[in-house]
């Protein structure tokens, strides 16, 4: 069984679209994130979200934005796609206890922006 | 404001020892850890140090110095599967992840 499970692994489309990358995960964790994997291959948080709270990292464009219908899912919109969101986007979900940070990864999203 | 610095790329013969650096800035401190990356997947949890020390688990080890703001990885007896990017993590004064560049390993033959 997949722990964390994220869709489409693999998604091309034109600028100006809008499209979405959908996570599960079955750890029973309380809180999930969204990370974005650049070419230089630095991982930036985007969000982390529990059911308490939602983080943002104030450089992320309000174009993206994470939507939770409950703490198994986390899924991530994105309006009007830019060439610069070009990256592997990963789905995480770790304990609610902040003191381990061990994250599990999804397997990733490919978004090519053309 | 934090930063990290590790080797960018490192190469290693299989069956031999090979250490990871990482040195890092930071004005508040809650733990350092290190991800390995193999080429298209996932980044998997390896270790977690909070306290000076050394932690051994396996073939990998993992070291950190708090007063130094240095950690590194060790890894014995390499195999080829041990490929990949290793990158290290550093968890601020507000438990947020601050990751590395990583650093690419080679292993040959």
């Known amino acids: 069984d997949t722990a964390v499970s994220q869709t489409p692994k693999y998604l091309v489309t034109q600028m100006g679209n809008d499209k979405s990358i959908k996570c599960e995960q079955n750890?029973?964790?309380?809180?999930m994130y969204w990370y974005k994997q650049d070419s230089k291959k630095f991982l930036k948080i985007m969000f982390s979200?529990?059911?308490?709270?939602?983080?943002i990292n104030e450089t992320v464009p309000n174009r993206f934005s994470p939507k939770s219908p409950d703490k198994a899912h986390l899924n991530l919109h994105i309006n009007s796609l830019e060439l610069g969101d070009s990256a592997v986007y990963f789905c995480?979900?770790?304990?609610?206890?902040?003191?381990?940070?061990?994250?599990?990864f999804g397997e990733g999203s490919r978004l090519t922006v053309l | 404001g934090q930063n990290i610095d590790q080797p960018t790329e490192m190469t290693a013969t299989e069956g031999a020892i090979v250490q990871i650096n990482c040195t890092y800035q930071?004005?508040?401190?809650?733990?350092l850890f290190w991800y390995q990356q193999h080429a298209g997947e996932a980044p998997t949890f390896l270790s977690y140090?909070?306290l000076d020390g050394l932690e051994e688990k396996g073939r990998f080890s993992s070291f950190l110095s708090r007063s130094k703001g240095y950690s590194y990885l060790l890894l014995k007896e390499l195999q080829m599967k041990d490929s990949a990017s290793y990158l290290c993590?550093?968890?601020?004064?507000?438990?947020?992840?601050?990751w590395g560049a990583g650093t690419k390993l080679i292993i040959k033959p």
């Open positions: 930071t004005s508040g401190f809650n733990g």
């Open positions: 993590v550093l968890m601020d004064s507000n438990y947020q992840l601050i």
């Open positions: 979200y529990n059911n308490k709270e939602l983080i």
């Open positions: 140090n909070v």
């Open positions: 750890l029973g964790h309380d809180t």
């Open positions: 995480a979900s770790s304990q609610a206890d902040r003191h381990t940070g061990e994250l599990f």
